[in-house]
Each structure stands twice: as C-alpha cells, then as structure tokens.
C-alpha cells in the first residue's frame, strides 16, 4: 500500500509569507502528527490530528496550526513565516488501537528554507 | 522537554562490528519505539518493545528494555555501510516522545 506523501519536497520562501504543507497518510491510519526537525532542536512535536480533532498539541506559536479533512489527509500552515522556521517538517501517520500509538509512518518530509 | 536521551550522541564503526546505542527516559511507558533516519529523509520504523517485555528481536536487531532503570538499548550485529543513519528512540505514554538520536557511521 501507498506510504506516506508529502508534498511538496522542497519550499522556499520569504519572510512574513505563509505556507501550507500536505500530508497524505496511509489509507486507513485515522492518526497524523507533525514534527518539526532542525539540527539544534532535534525532532519537536507539532500537533496531532485523530479523526478531524486536533488530539495533541506541541510548545509552537500560535502561527503553526493544522486541519484534517475527512479522508484523514492533514494540512499545516505557518504564517508570517521567520528564519528560524526554516526546517525538515515531517508528516508520520498511525494506527492507534484506543489510546495505544503502535508505531509511526513517516513520509519524506517537507524541507522549508525562509529568506 | 525531550523524554529520551540517546547515548552515545555519535558512534563510529568498523564494518562487521555490531553497534550498541541506549536510550534513557523519564516517565512510564506504554511502550518504545526505535526508528532510523537516513539524511535528511523521514524516520523508518524499526521495532516497538512494549513496557512488559524485556527483549526483542528483529533480524540484526537486538532491543532491552528496563522500565526499573527506565533504559533501553538497540545493538545492530554484524554492522554494514547502508546501517550509517540516526537512531532515535521514541516513548509512547500518554504521548509521543522522540529522543535526541545517535549518529552511527558504519566505515566500509
């Protein structure tokens, strides 16, 4: 089956834009997360999205936030965009059994450079 | 703050020597999870060890687990060039938490 798909690959924008990423999971995984990887701060958790709900959410401003549509294909947005956001953004889908998170997917990964 | 630390922060290898990193955590977990990063791609799942297990095999994968120590170790056995990535251990809780990783550089 079809893995995880991010899109696009690779970003570049300015400072103060906005952007908005794409995550496809796999079919049938109800859970997707967001993470941010940087080489100082390693990976740090944005948010999670169950079933259109935002489940769990990270120590980001209020300038990253998400969505999840009905077909579980989650998007996320950064406005007023800043050097530091410069990063891997990685996308992983799960299945999750009640409370019970067994493991991961995740695509590629979406690398943003803000100038 | 980050509920895994990886230990050694880098670690490099003769082809054919096994590698061993550890993971040290700080609250209760459901389970552990070990993922592989080549650069800068997405993280592979590697192999999850739930809070009542104590090892796990996969392959050249040998995970412990000791929730009274709150530790865990990887080793790869009989290590190839194509195992160079970063490991990070992840704890499931009540949510998800990715260790800082070990950098394995495996030299042919």
């Known amino acids: 089956k079809a893995g995880v798909t991010q899109t696009p690959r690779y970003l570049i924008k300015t400072r103060g834009q906005q952007v908005t990423l794409s995550c496809s999971p796999i079919?049938?995984?109800?859970?997707v997360s967001w993470y941010q990887q940087t080489p100082g701060q390693g990976l740090q958790f944005l948010f999670e999205y169950f079933s259109e709900t935002q489940r769990n959410k990270g120590n980001f401003p209020g300038r990253f936030s998400g969505r999840q549509f009905s077909n579980s294909r989650s998007e996320m947005n950064v406005s007023t965009l800043e050097l530091g956001d410069s990063a891997l953004y990685l996308c992983?889908?799960?299945?999750?059994?009640?409370?019970?998170?067994?493991?991961?997917?995740f695509g590629s990964g979406t690398r943003l450079t803000v100038v | 703050s980050q509920q895994g630390e990886e230990d050694p922060q880098a670690l490099s290898i003769q082809e054919g020597e096994n590698a061993t990193m550890n993971c040290s955590y700080k609250t209760s977990i459901n389970n552990l999870q070990w993922y592989r990063q080549n650069s800068g791609r997405g993280l592979v799942h590697l192999i999850l060890?739930?809070?009542?297990?104590r090892e796990k095999h996969s392959g050249r994968l040998r995970v412990t687990l000791d929730t009274s120590k709150k530790s865990s170790s990887l080793l790869i056995t009989a290590s190839r060039a194509a195992d160079t990535a970063s490991y990070f251990c992840a704890t499931v809780g009540n949510q998800f938490y990715f260790g800082t990783g070990t950098s394995l550089t495996v030299i042919p």
């Open positions: 079919s049938g995984h109800r859970s």
């Open positions: 992983a889908s799960s299945l999750v059994l009640g409370t019970t998170n067994y493991g991961y997917t």
């Open positions: 060890i739930r809070s009542n297990e």
